[in-house]
């Protein structure tokens, strides 16, 4: 039984079991197999899968990034499960995959070594609510939306909202962030602590076990440390959140202008007159006419602004009033807002689809998001610049954006099968990068850097910040088991140690 | 307008949680678990307080039966809007066998004393399932009903009401008073803000016994057995026609 289907691209000759694939996957085979038996022993039977379905559907995310299957699959039920799992792996050098519910998009779960894929959805538990205190505690099978769901009846909730309903944890190991970071922040603001499992098995609580202080200053910001990690520093099983007030009212709200510029400077002026804007969203002319095939709509077809207002019933009159006028004031048109449920949904329904407005321009293609994220004040200068790219390559790419944040996102949708046009996807998409650091800014806001921007963290970081990092990860992984290849470049695994 | 909707409100195991059966098969295992307002019963509130926000009734009065922890559930609905709670207490023995038929008992002797022109219930509980006590309870009081309500709005003297029934939507008219049982599509429950659930706390809830009420509830149903429902079986994979054919045959299916 072979469980390997691929050979996996190695970046260095000198690894010391690569002398003759027969040879390799044998080796590794036999490994597995004995390793088989001792996680039945700690999970029970249910909790290994040797299966290929079980094993390709957790060697994808929703990105591009093809399959690639790890070689067992199991299914933790408690953090000291967890721990001696990693015990095992870390016995028999085998890489380790934290999965959460896979809807990443840089390819974070891809076994490129193969490996043991640690599927955390067992663990589902809202630990600890503190409702005067405004936090909570969550493993790693909560997810976003069904946390909300639980929180339903106190008055709180957790804001940070990509757009799917994602793993909590694995939002933390991602730094994810949402349409309302303006107002809330991403999760790096949000994490007050993690319980983390590193390669060796032992369990670290970042903050120190159970603290859940709204601010501290004590040693190094460990919990920050893994927020963001991509899992390669440890798995995360516990993440104590940060808690908000659900806002009594919201009012949400478009506004049409005759320029990427205007709309822009309507939302820093907005930001500037102090105005708390929750959500604050860009759509191109390109993306708001998707919209309009997809959805039926007739918004008009020039860069448009959705946003959104949280607080007392009092003060949205006030935030409304203000922010109008300063749209008007950069040429803003057709100011429409509404407070009831129905009709602020169908506001913003055009923004809800645009991922699927944007597929359905070309049905029967892939769709690939881009993520660059620059100071407010370059982002017309990079929109015009890259919607030129766009028109110069015959590229398909609608833009949406936060643009509170300086982010925005370009939807491009390619035919996967036309090598021509995946090749000037993927210029175009190096040439973006460059443009955003150029601007100092970042090659991505929120979807991390995966499998596909190693090269540009390095760009953006500079070699000094990288050897920096890669101490850190020898610290804390020195056999780099820690999903390999993610996040930094993949290295030779030190098997002699 | 003056009048009074009385809104029932069922606690109940949340519905995301994971429903384990008692090692001794009696019920369901309670203890410890996290419990929530019956989603349908939340659907019922909201229903009620947008009467009262669009002014087409006065007051919206929450009621719910069973031991002191059902206050939980009362002060969600009055955080949601409702203007003041009723809480029927039935603990022990007789809150295990309290069912629709003593609810119904309790909702008619409370909309009489109340002097309810409406009664807006959701359509069922999630942990019984039994779409029983709206109905019941109109064919206490001998009231009008309008059951799975995906639709209300009132018409003169009228209550119109569209139904969500299996060929379709159903559109009746029915004279107040009356009992309405709110169905999915009805309307999207508010959640509760912080700030609303400060002001609940100082709504007032009026504790009631069955006896003031008049309603005996001793139940007439006994629980035999609860049991899981039956573990799927792994299917069975065959390589040919025959094959497929004889296993048929050998399961006494052809």
């Given at each position: 039984m072979t469980l390997f289907r691929h050979l996996v691209r190695i970046t260095s000759p000198r690894l010391p079991f690569i002398c003759g694939s027969s040879r390799r996957f044998s080796a590794k085979t036999a490994a597995v197999e004995r390793v088989v038996s001792s996680f039945r022993s700690v999970t029970g039977d249910e909790g290994v899968s040797v299966g290929s379905a079980v094993r390709e559907q957790h060697g994808r995310d929703e990105s591009v990034h093809r399959c690639r299957p790890p070689d067992v699959v199991v299914f933790p039920r408690s953090v000291e499960e967890v721990s001696a799992l990693a015990k095992i792996c870390h016995h028999y050098r085998l890489p380790i995959i934290p999965f959460g519910?896979?809807?990443?998009?840089?390819?974070?779960?891809?076994?490129l070594q193969g490996g043991v894929c640690f599927s955390l959805r067992k663990m589902e538990q809202v630990v600890d609510l503190h409702q005067e205190d405004f936090d909570v505690t969550v493993e790693p099978g909560v997810t976003r939306k069904s946390l909300n769901s639980y929180l339903r009846d106190t008055g709180l909730w957790f804001p940070v909202d990509p757009g799917a309903d994602a793993s909590l944890c694995g939002m933390a190991a991602t730094s994810a962030s949402g349409t309302n970071a303006v107002r809330y922040g991403t999760m790096r603001e949000n994490v007050l602590n993690l319980e983390v499992v590193l390669a060796d098995g032992t369990i670290l609580h970042t903050a120190g076990k159970g603290r859940r202080p709204r601010k501290t200053a004590a040693g190094y910001n460990l919990t920050n440390l893994f927020v963001g990690s991509e899992g390669t520093l440890g798995i995360i099983t516990k993440a104590t959140l940060r808690l908000y007030g659900v806002p009594e009212s919201m009012v949400s709200a478009v506004c049409s202008f005759p320029s990427v510029q205007s709309a822009v400077d309507s939302t820093v002026q907005i930001l500037q007159a102090g105005v708390p804007i929750a959500r604050i969203e860009f759509l191109d002319d390109v993306m708001i006419n998707a919209c309009n095939r997809f959805n039926n709509l007739s918004y008009a077809v020039t860069p448009t602004l959705f946003l959104e207002f949280h607080g007392s019933s009092k003060s949205m009159e006030e935030q409304v009033s203000v922010t109008e006028e300063i749209t008007r004031d950069n040429g803003g048109s057709d100011f429409a807002w509404a407070e009831d449920e129905e009709t602020r949904s169908r506001l913003w329904k055009a923004r809800h689809d645009a991922w699927y407005a944007a597929m359905a321009l070309r049905p029967g293609c892939k769709a690939y998001s881009t993520d660059v994220c620059v100071p407010i004040s370059r982002l017309p200068q990079i929109i015009v610049e890259t919607k030129a790219d766009l028109i110069s390559n015959n590229i398909t790419g609608p833009i949406a954006g936060h643009v509170g944040d300086g982010n925005f996102h370009c939807l491009i949708v390619l035919d996967p099968n036309d090598p021509d046009e995946v090749q000037r996807v993927h210029s175009f998409t190096e040439r973006l990068a460059r443009r955003a650091l150029a601007m100092d800014g970042t090659c991505t806001g929120e979807h991390g850097i995966g499998l596909g921007k190693r090269a540009l963290l390095r760009e953006e970081l500079g070699p000094l910040a990288i050897e920096v990092m890669k101490g850190l990860k020898a610290s804390l992984d020195p056999r780099n088991l820690m999903n390999p290849g993610k996040l930094l470049e993949l290295t030779q695994t030190n098997t002699e140690q | 307008m003056s009048a009074r909707v009385l809104v029932g409100v069922k606690r109940v195991i949340d519905y995301a949680v994971k429903i384990r059966v008692k090692p001794d098969h009696t019920g369901v295992v309670t203890d410890g678990v996290k419990h929530s307002m019956n989603p349908f019963c939340e659907i019922a509130v909201e229903e009620a307080v947008k009467l009262k926000e669009k002014k087409l009734i006065k007051e919206v009065v929450a009621v719910s039966c069973g031991p002191q922890q059902v206050q939980e559930t009362i002060r969600t609905a009055l955080a949601m809007g409702a203007d003041r709670g009723i809480h029927v207490e039935v603990s022990g023995k007789d809150y295990e066998t309290l069912g629709p038929l003593q609810v119904s008992k309790i909702l008619a002797a409370l909309a009489k004393k109340e002097e309810a022109s409406l009664i807006i219930l959701g359509k069922q509980a999630i942990d019984d399932d039994c779409n029983q006590t709206g109905q019941m309870t109109a064919a206490l009081l001998d009231w009008p009903q309008g059951t799975f309500a995906s639709e209300l709005a009132f018409e003169a003297d009228k209550l119109k009401v569209v139904r969500e029934i299996d060929g379709g939507l159903e559109t009746i008219k029915i004279k107040l008073p009356a009992v309405v049982t709110a169905d999915l599509r009805l309307n999207t429950p508010r959640y509760a803000t912080l700030p609303n659930i400060m002001k609940a706390k100082k709504k007032k809830i009026a504790m009631v016994k069955p006896a003031d009420l008049g309603v005996d509830v001793s139940s007439r149903l006994e629980v035999l057995k609860v049991d899981e429902p039956p573990t799927r079986q792994a299917g069975v994979k065959v390589e040919t026609v025959e094959d497929l054919v004889g296993k048929l045959k050998e399961a006494g299916r052809v």
């Open positions: 519910t896979g809807t990443g998009l840089e390819g974070g779960v891809s076994a | -």
